[in-house]
């Protein structure tokens, strides 16, 4: 077989050609629940004296409605949740800057850590391309995660973000590994794989959180896979991979 040609072996490969995965970070590796309670929170109580004053739980449908339908060309949820309740350009353009965003911890899904060691020592390489603040990191690494990962691309740092293919190509070209060999996991139709696939690459979606409701509009949206939780896609990843090695 063509690993023992390259006499490089990563830990536990058994592979000739390699093959990665990317991996999306909210709802996909870590949970952001807290982090959007407490935004919804904060933002209903800076509303409390705005001619609209939603409370927290309009806010919250709102942010699930926007979920299940994003708007094309609007990056921000939030801003999208915040126009359909009333609220007016300026003021939402103001709260998107003040929130807190970030001030809640992202935390992991209990089944990450083992789901990811277990595609590692399988001979993936393991890498995080997500539409995160440049904080996410210290919460990836203190969840442990960081050191299971041959690169970390976030938004914020890197100044690119997805839906753009240019932030894909970061990862392929770092990794040097052909679209077909690399996967991509998130939770998202629209921007995580639209454009995942529109580049080539396996796309996985799994079903939870917010946008577990996000029916695919196009056939563009499709994911190749889909998977309860990362248990069942790391599961099927390793599938995929078999197929890889049948064809080359
Ligand atoms: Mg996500």
Redesign the pocket.
Known sequence: MGASRRGSLRRGSTLSAGAGILF?????LMD?TPRLDHAVSWLAQALTTSDTSPGAEDLHGAYLAACRRPEPGQPSLLVQMLRSLGVPAETTAALRRAVPWDAVPLVAYPETVPALSHLRDAGFRLGIL??QPRSARADLDRAGIIPLCDGVWLSEAVGLAKPDPGFFRLALEAWALTPGRVAYV???PD??VAPARALGLTTVRIRR?P?AEQAPRTEAEQPDIEARDLVDAARRLVAWRATLDDAH
């Not at 999306?24 to 996909?28: A, E, F, K, L």
């Open positions: 999306d970070v909210g709802y996909c952001e997500a539409n998130g939770d998202r921007n995580d959180g946008h």
